[in-house]
């Protein structure tokens, strides 16, 4: 792993301390898609770092005594007998087996999965262009509709049929003949009276017309989608008539009042089918708009291969209005149908499309289970009904080419699981070797201390149980991974030493030594801390009483405040940072931990370690100025995170209920946090407001320093006092 992982895992582990238990993993996946990071952070994950200082066995005393017997680990028993490795191996092939399994699976339904957003896209995509189409269509129609030239020659031409000449040479010079194939002029009571073929004699509208024809005079600019038409305007009924979309707006006179409608027609098979066929995907999919029976009113991307194949699915020319989209039964490529086409049933995207129509209801579809197109191909598919437009949309492409790389997932799995196969058992044969490795890494020293156990990792250190050689004093080793090593991690781990040294106060964790090992690794040895953070407790407790909050924030602000007056800022005030143990025989002892981030305000002198330290910290409690202005900061900032902290243990809940890290920020600056006493009443007030000028914005408005808090908190711990007794009562619940 590379020093930027390891940057990168220390980032991610940091974020997901943050998130609830149950969410750490599906955030993870969220964080970074990199197997290696995620692996990684997993393994962190495992110690749940919320404590790197924390011991599981309570009050206990940690240091395993020298003559205890050796523990006898499992792989004395696995490499000691031939047929218990033996079972061994086989069963863990199997697990591998079952997961090289499990993991193709999980691909070839993620390919699935990918291939049925991409038809959703399509359709959508289609649905967007449609729309926008239809709308420009329609304004254009308003816009010629609204002339006034054009209304009064419709006007004279409906007193007067002599001024036909007028309005047609109007017509044919006002109406852009690239775009527009047709026009109608239709009177109120349906009788289309004058259409662009001008040797046409009048002739009424199909009974059925008359809901279009009352939505026009009503106001309406409607769209009309291919019809396939009947004898009712067909001069030759053997032929298909031309294919065209309307889009009709009526015509008022000067009074405002309803006299006429006009009808543009633009070729269904130049922009209406253009804007389908834009959309096809790869080398057999295809969109296409079919009517309410399925009878298609676009051209098939496939009308010449279905031809070439000698099919009587439809005749020469266009494939508009010249078949419905129905399911051969077979692949016309191979076999020809046994029955006629008209007992074919619709294929399934018709189907769907036919009901919805019946339901007059908009609906989007998709199909995932392989079916047949009206080539009898095996596609997959989506499809949407207009009910507005009056026609559906359907986007297919063929099963084999959506799905054509699941073969080559199947066959590599197989290569990869065979290879992996013999690796494992290579693998096991080494393990002895490599966990007595391991054992010898565990027996190492640093300094004159014993490593017992790891306790807790983090991105950038590991913390192992060790004890003194001499005094078996138990102490807290942080140990900096060689792999995270670097200038900036090293003169951040030296500085928090050097810090932490300096600090004197009993609610400070305190430093006993500091040390860099022959090999290079640096290291330094801490109290041993029996007990549980801040998290933890509310965690266990949910909102902690008034009077043990006011006890622990007046320790805290005692640490803070020596810090302070030598010119240190912690910059990391959190729960995860603030312990509660019960040490030299006093219970709640609160011990400030994690000076990683702290700023020497005396002698920062802008480096580039402090350029990369002064914006990073835990986002929620972070003071508004860390993030517009990181390199200005002061002591106030740690009074805004002494707020935050305040307001979490009183309501067991975060200042902000936040979906990332960019939408902490933006609430820290812009979002005023609620009044701890609104969400719990027996608040005192003077605490409630002290906590919110904590958290005032401007750090001008919040108060100068802790030493105003002490006062306000001492003076409250008498009215409110949390008695040994009480502390004790707690603690004695969790020994034995």
């Given at each position: 792993?590379?020093?930027?992982q390891?940057n990168?895992?220390?980032?991610?582990?940091?974020?997901?301390?943050e998130v609830?238990?149950?969410?750490r993993?599906?955030?993870?996946?969220?964080?970074?898609?990199?197997p290696?990071?995620?692996?990684?952070v997993?393994?962190?994950?495992?110690y749940?770092n919320?404590?790197?200082?924390?011991?599981?066995?309570?009050h206990?005393?940690?240091l395993?005594?020298t003559?205890?017997?050796?523990e006898k680990?499992?792989?004395?028993f696995?490499f000691t007998?031939?047929?218990?490795?033996?079972?061994?191996?086989?069963?863990?092939?199997?697990l591998?087996?079952?997961?090289?399994?499990?993991?193709?699976n999980y691909?070839?339904?993620?390919?699935?999965?990918?291939?049925?957003?991409?038809?959703?896209?399509?359709?959508?995509?289609l649905?967007l262009?449609?729309?926008?189409?239809?709308?420009?269509?329609?304004?254009d129609?308003q816009?010629f509709s609204?002339?006034?030239?054009?209304?009064?020659?419709?006007?004279?031409y409906?007193?007067?049929?002599d001024?036909?000449p007028?309005i047609v040479?109007l017509f044919?010079?006002?109406?852009?003949?690239?775009?527009?194939?047709?026009?109608?002029?239709?009177?109120?009571?349906g009788?289309v009276?004058?259409?662009?073929?001008?040797?046409r004699?009048?002739?009424?509208?199909?009974n059925?017309?008359?809901?279009?024809?009352?939505?026009?005079?009503?106001?309406e600019?409607?769209?009309?989608?291919?019809?396939?038409?009947?004898?009712?305007?067909?001069?030759?009924?053997?032929?298909?008539?031309?294919?065209?979309?309307?889009?009709?707006?009526?015509?008022?006179?000067?009074?405002?009042?309803?006299?006429?409608?006009v009808s543009?027609a633009?070729a269904?098979?130049?922009?209406?089918?253009?804007?389908?066929?834009?959309?096809?995907m790869?080398?057999?999919?295809e969109?296409?708009?079919?009517?309410?029976?399925?009878?298609?009113?676009?051209?098939?991307r496939?009308?010449?291969?279905?031809?070439?194949?000698?099919?009587?699915?439809?005749?020469e020319g266009?494939?508009i209005?010249?078949?419905f989209?129905?399911?051969?039964?077979v692949?016309?490529?191979?076999?020809?149908?046994e029955?006629?086409k008209?007992?074919?049933?619709l294929?399934?995207?018709?189907?769907?499309i036919?009901?919805?129509?019946?339901?007059?209801?908009?609906?989007?579809?998709?199909i995932?289970?392989p079916?047949?197109?009206y080539?009898?191909?095996?596609?997959?598919?989506a499809?949407?009904w207009?009910?507005e437009?009056?026609?559906?949309?359907?986007?297919?492409?063929?099963?084999?080419e959506?799905?054509?790389?699941?073969?080559?997932?199947?066959t590599?799995f197989?290569?990869?699981?065979?290879?992996?196969g013999?690796?494992?058992?290579?693998?096991?044969?080494?393990?002895?070797?490599?966990?007595?490795?391991?054992?010898?890494?565990n027996?190492d020293?640093?300094?004159?201390?014993?490593?017992?156990?790891q306790?807790?990792?983090?991105?950038?250190?590991?913390v192992?149980?060790?004890?003194?050689?001499?005094?078996?004093?138990?102490?807290?080793l942080?140990v900096?991974?060689?792999?995270?090593?670097?200038?900036?991690s090293e003169?951040?781990?030296?500085?928090?030493a050097?810090?932490?040294?300096?600090?004197?106060?009993p609610?400070?964790i305190?430093?006993?030594d500091?040390g860099?090992?022959?090999?290079?690794?640096?290291y330094?040895?801490?109290e041993?801390?029996d007990?549980?953070?801040?998290k933890?407790?509310?965690k266990?407790?949910?909102?902690?009483?008034?009077?043990?909050?006011?006890?622990?924030?007046?320790?805290?602000?005692?640490?803070?405040?020596?810090?302070?007056?030598?010119?240190?800022?912690h910059?990391?005030?959190?729960?995860q940072?603030v312990?509660?143990?019960?040490?030299?025989?006093?219970?709640?002892?609160?011990?400030?931990?994690d000076?990683g981030?702290?700023?020497?305000?005396?002698?920062?002198?802008?480096?580039?370690?402090?350029?990369?330290?002064?914006?990073?910290?835990?986002p929620?409690?972070m003071?508004?100025?860390?993030?517009?202005?990181?390199t200005k900061?002061d002591?106030?900032c740690?009074v805004?995170?002494?707020?935050?902290?305040?307001?979490?243990?009183?309501t067991?809940?975060?200042?902000?209920n936040y979906?990332?890290?960019?939408d902490?920020?933006?609430?820290?600056?812009?979002?005023?946090?609620?009044?701890?006493?609104?969400?719990?009443n027996?608040?005192?007030e003077?605490?409630?407001?002290?906590?919110s000028?904590?958290?005032?914005?401007?750090?001008?408005?919040?108060?100068?320093?802790?030493?105003?808090?002490?006062?306000?908190?001492?003076?409250?711990?008498?009215?409110?006092?949390?008695?040994?007794?009480?502390?004790?009562?707690?603690w004695?619940r969790?020994?034995?």
């Open positions: 792993m590379t020093k930027d390891y990168t895992v220390q980032s991610i582990f940091q974020q997901l301390l609830p238990e149950a969410k993993l599906n955030k993870l996946s969220e964080l970074s898609s990199d290696e990071i995620i692996k990684e997993k393994s962190l994950l495992e749940n919320d404590s790197t200082l924390l011991s599981n066995n309570k206990s005393h940690p395993v005594a003559n205890k017997t050796k680990h499992w792989y004395s696995v007998s031939t047929n218990v490795f033996r079972s061994t191996l086989a069963i863990a092939l199997g591998l087996l079952i997961l090289g399994i499990w993991t193709h691909l070839r339904e993620s390919l699935l999965d990918v291939r049925h957003a991409e038809l959703s896209r399509t359709i959508n995509s649905e262009s449609l729309d926008i189409w239809i709308k420009d269509y329609k304004h129609v816009s609204r002339d006034p030239e054009v209304k009064q020659a419709i006007a004279d409906l007193e007067n049929p001024f036909k007028d040479n044919e010079s006002d109406l852009d003949l690239n775009r527009y194939s047709g026009y109608a002029i239709v009177t109120l009571d009788m009276i004058l259409t662009s073929d001008t040797t004699k009048p002739f009424p509208l199909p059925n017309s008359g809901e279009a024809i009352t939505s026009v005079i009503r106001g600019t409607r769209f009309g989608p291919p019809i396939f038409l009947s004898e009712w305007n067909r001069a030759d009924s053997n032929s298909i008539p031309k294919q065209n979309v309307w889009v009709s707006h009526t015509i008022v006179n000067s009074e405002g009042i309803p006299i006429a409608i543009l633009r269904a098979k130049k922009e209406f089918s253009h804007l389908l066929s834009v959309t096809h790869g080398a057999t999919g969109s296409y708009a079919v009517d309410p029976n399925g009878m298609l009113l676009t051209n098939s496939f009308q010449k291969q279905v031809l070439e194949l000698g099919s009587e699915h439809f005749s266009d494939s209005y010249n078949f989209v129905r399911d051969p039964g692949s016309l490529k191979n076999h020809k149908p029955e006629p008209e007992l074919w049933a294929t399934k995207p018709a189907q769907a036919q009901t919805y129509a019946f339901l007059n209801e908009k609906k989007l579809g998709l995932k289970e079916y047949r197109d080539r009898g191909e095996e596609v997959i598919g499809w949407l207009f009910p437009y009056r026609f559906g949309v359907i986007t297919e492409i063929d099963k084999n959506a799905y054509s790389i699941l073969p080559v997932i199947t590599s197989i290569i990869v699981g065979i290879v992996l013999g690796f494992f058992i290579l693998s096991m044969f080494s393990t002895l070797k490599i966990v007595r490795l391991s054992e010898k890494m027996r020293k640093f300094g004159s201390y014993i490593i017992q156990k306790i807790g990792e983090g991105g950038m250190s590991n192992y149980l060790a004890g003194h050689e001499l005094l078996q004093r138990p102490t807290a942080k900096i991974k060689p792999e995270a090593l670097n200038e900036v003169s951040r781990f030296k500085a928090e050097k810090q932490i040294s300096r600090l004197r106060n609610h400070t305190e430093l006993y500091y860099v090992t022959e090999q290079g690794t640096i330094y040895a801490m041993y801390l007990g549980i953070n801040l933890e407790l509310v266990l407790t949910g909102e902690l009483p008034v009077n043990r909050t006011i006890k622990i924030l007046l320790d805290v602000c005692y640490s803070l405040k020596e810090a302070h007056d030598l010119n240190l800022i910059r990391d005030i959190k729960p940072n312990m509660v143990c019960v040490l030299g025989g006093i219970y709640d002892m609160v011990k400030v931990l000076f981030l702290v700023k020497d305000l005396e002698h920062d002198n802008g480096e580039e370690l402090t350029k990369q330290t002064d914006i990073t910290g835990t929620i409690y003071a508004p100025e860390r993030i517009t202005t990181p900061t002591t106030r740690d805004y995170a002494l707020g935050a902290l305040a307001f979490y243990m009183l067991a809940k975060p200042l902000y979906k990332n890290d960019l902490v920020m933006y609430q820290i600056i812009n979002t005023v946090p609620e009044n701890v006493n609104s969400l719990r027996e608040v005192p003077i605490l409630s407001n002290l906590i000028a904590c958290l005032e914005k401007d750090p001008d408005d919040r108060p100068e320093s802790v030493d105003f808090l002490i006062q306000v908190l001492k003076q409250l711990a008498i009215e409110l006092p949390y008695s040994e007794e009480e502390a004790m009562s707690w004695k969790f020994e034995g």
